[in-house]
C-alpha cells in the first residue's frame, strides 16, 4: 500500500476539523437583524398596504374589460294601458316599443310581455382606457411606494423598541447592583456603629438610602416592562416574553458606516410616484372629450293583448307575438366643451405643479434629517469614547471614600453620593452607547435604507 493512500484521510479531516472550528467560533446572527427582517411580515398596517396594492393592481385588469362586449338579458310582463304607439329606437333603458296605433286615448289595461338582448361593444375608445389604466397603474406605483415607506418606519420604529427594551434592562440591571453595594454598606455602617466608631444616625442615613435605590429599582424595572410591550407591539406579539441576546450592543460601538446609499428614500419615492398620477392624469382629462365609438346589437320579442285590428284579447299579451333584431353603431363626439377642457387642463397643471413642490420639500426636510442624524451620532461617539473614564474614575472614587470612610477620615454622606455618581456614570455609559446605535440608525433612516444599519450589527 502506497504512503499517498494512507494518508489521504489527512487533509479531508483537517478540513472538517477547520470548519469545526470556524462554526464554534463564528460569531451567532444578530437578533435585532432577524427581528427586523420579520417584523414587516407580521405588522397589520404593512398587511393592510399590501392587501391596498393588491386592489388597485387589480383595478388596471377591471379597466380593461371596458374593451370587451357586454351581453344584457332583461324580461318583464306587465299591465298597462291600451294607447301604444309603432317604431323602433335606440335602446337604453327603455325597451323598444311595437305595435299598431290606438284609434284613441283609451285607458283600459291590457297585458303585455317583453324580453330581449342587448350587447354593447366599444373596441375604439380613442385612448380613454389606455388613459385611465395609465392612471391606475401611476396610483399602484404610489401605494408600493407608500408600502415600502411604511416597511421602513417599521423596521425603525422595530430597531428604536428593541434598543429602548435593551437600556431598560440594563438600567434594572445595574439599579440591582447599587441596592446590592447599598445593603453592603448597610451591614459595614451597622458594624462601625456596634464598635462605636460611628454615629447611629448613620445607620439610619444608609437605610434612607436602600429605600431609595429599592425605589429607583422598582422605576427600572417598570420603565424596562414599558418598553418591552412597545417592541411586542411592534413585533406584533401577543405577549413580552423575549430574551433579548444582542447584550454586546451594550459595550462596543459599531463599526464604520457601510456601503453608499444608492437608493432613492421611500418617502421620496412616494411623491415622485405622485407626480407620475397627477401627469397621467392630464393625459385622462385630454382622453376624456375623446369621440366614442359603440357598436349595438339588440334582439327581442313583444306580446300585447291587442291584436292588429285593435281587438283587445287580455291574456293574449302573456306569449309573444312579435320577434325583432336590430344592429348599429353609436358615435358620440362631444362639442363646445372646450372650455370646460381648459379648466380642466389648468386645474391639473396646478396640481403637477403642487406635487412637484411637495417633492422639493421632502427632499430639503430628508436632507435636514441626514445632517441632524450624523450630528447626534457624532456628538454621541465623543461622549461615549469618554465615559469608561468617567466610570473608572467613579468606581475608584468610590472604593477610596469607602477605605476612608472605615478609617473615619469622611462622612457617610461623602460615600452616598460616590455611589450615586458611580450608579449615573454606569447608566450613562449604557445609554450613550445605546445613542450612537441610535444614530446610526437614523442615519439609515434618513438615507432611506435599513441595510445601512444591518451592516453594522455584526
Known sequence: MSVNRLLWPVPVLAGWLLVLIQTAFAQPPSQLRTLLQQAPDRYPALKARAYEADALRQQSAVLRTARLPTLDATAQANVATYNNLTGMFYPTSLLPISGPPSTGNQFSPVTGTAAGLLMNWSPMTFGAVD?????????LAVKLAQTADEKLRIQVATAQAYLDALLGDELNRLAGQNSSRTDSLLRQVQALVVQGLRPEVDTALVVTEFSRAEIEQINTRNRASEARLKLA?????????????????LTRLPGGRGDTNTVAHPTEQVFQRQIDVETARVGQIRRQFAP????????????????????????DGLVFSRFNYGLGAHLLVPLLHGTERSALLTQQDFRVK???????????????????????????EEIARQMPRQVGAARQALVGLQSRYASGLVSLTDVLQAQYTLLRAESDQKATILAVWRGRLLEAYAEGNINLFLQVLN
Open 131 to 139: 388613459s385611465r389604466i395609465a392612471v391606475a397603474q401611476a396610483e
Open 233 to 249: 407591539e411592534w413585533l406584533a406579539r401577543p405577549d413580552t416574553v423575549l430574551t433579548l441576546t444582542d447584550t454586546t450592543l
Open 292 to 315: 366614442r365609438l359603440t357598436f349595438w346589437g339588440t334582439t327581442y320579442a313583444r306580446g300585447s293583448g291587442v291584436d292588429y285590428q285593435g281587438q283587445v284579447n287580455a291574456l
Open 354 to 380: 403642487a406635487a412637484n413642490e411637495q417633492l422639493a420639500q421632502t427632499r430639503l426636510t430628508l436632507d435636514t434629517q441626514r445632517r441632524s442624524a450624523r450630528l447626534l451620532r457624532q456628538q454621541a
